[in-house]
């Protein structure tokens, strides 16, 4: 989706691909033009991929290149992560088993049970449902841009998903919520946490004003933050961090950006303490002259 790459159910899989796949191929489609894979390239890719790996065969990229090159389909670089990018969407392949540190690809109908189609509006509210449930409150936008579906779409697959979503206004903004949603937690002592790019309480949302401490120097609020390891209070970020590791010592650089309490110095220390148990490797925080 979008597309990235999701960690799914192995049940949710086909139904997730059939609704979202036709947006990322949209999307590809200049790729496609400009890599020379027009449909009928990547067909013959996908049969040669298949063939590659039939009979719980599973390759890494490399190798499905190596499979396509000797098929006389060439296929290096952006062409090749293209024709296995094809095959993803079309359900060809899937994730296969590491090997060593490398990731595979393994056919999905050799690694997926089979499982019932959903008709598409029920697919569309299900995306819907389950999205909220695990971000909201969150936007149309939200939704769309998390999912790669149109604005539309995702306005249709929230009221398709009533009653068990309901909405919130917030000044000029409507808001998604569950209504089986829980209550927020009340915490007796501060929570801060070390968080990886790419998380979910950031990238998750095209609106993430709401997970900015209202603190931040106006110059960190940016979308770019979502590249960048962050460091959260109370749910909301406050600062950056970098990991430095050079496979013997491992070195944590904080970049806090607002004043924190001795209570919230002290969670900080224990986030890298539960980055420490992680790893198995002892962390040695660094500050910035």
């Known amino acids: 989706m979008r597309p990235t790459w999701h960690f799914v159910d192995p049940s949710d899989i086909r139904w997730l691909l059939e609704l979202t796949a036709p947006r990322v191929h949209q999307a590809n489609a200049f790729q496609y033009k400009q890599l020379e894979l027009d449909p009928t390239t990547r067909a013959r890719g996908r049969s040669v991929i298949e063939s590659a790996l039939r009979g719980g065969n599973a390759l890494t990229r490399d190798e499905l290149g190596a499979a396509l090159t000797a098929a006389g389909l060439p296929a290096e670089g952006m062409r090749l992560g293209y024709f296995t990018a094809d095959a993803e969407l079309e359900a060809v392949i899937c994730s296969g088993p590491r090997r060593g540190r490398r990731q595979t690809y393994a056919l999905l ?148 950006l607002v004043e924190l309490g001795y209570d919230e110095r002290e969670a900080l220390n224990g986030a890298v303490s539960r980055l420490e148990t992680y790893l198995g490797r002892r962390v040695e925080v660094v500050h910035r002259d």
């Open 109 to 256: 109908d050799e690694r997926v049970p089979p499982s019932p189609p959903r008709e598409r509006d029920e697919a569309l509210a299900e995306l819907a449902r389950r999205y909220v449930e695990g971000h909201g409150p969150a936007q149309v936008a939200d939704l769309a841009w998390w999912s790669g579906l149109t604005v539309s779409e995702s306005r249709r697959a929230l009221e398709l998903a009533t009653p068990a979503l309901t909405t919130e206004v917030a000044g000029e903004r409507t808001f998604w919520v569950s209504r089986s949603a829980p209550d927020a937690p009340k915490l007796d002592r501060p929570m801060v946490h070390l968080l990886p790019n790419y998380d979910e309480l950031l990238v998750a949302f095209r609106d993430r004003t709401d997970a900015m401490d209202p603190a931040l120097p106006p110059p960190a609020r940016i979308a770019q933050v979502i590249l960048a390891h962050v460091i959260t209070r109370g749910g909301l970020v406050v600062g950056g961090w970098r990991r430095l590791d050079d496979g013997s010592t491992v070195r944590l650089e904080p970049n806090v």
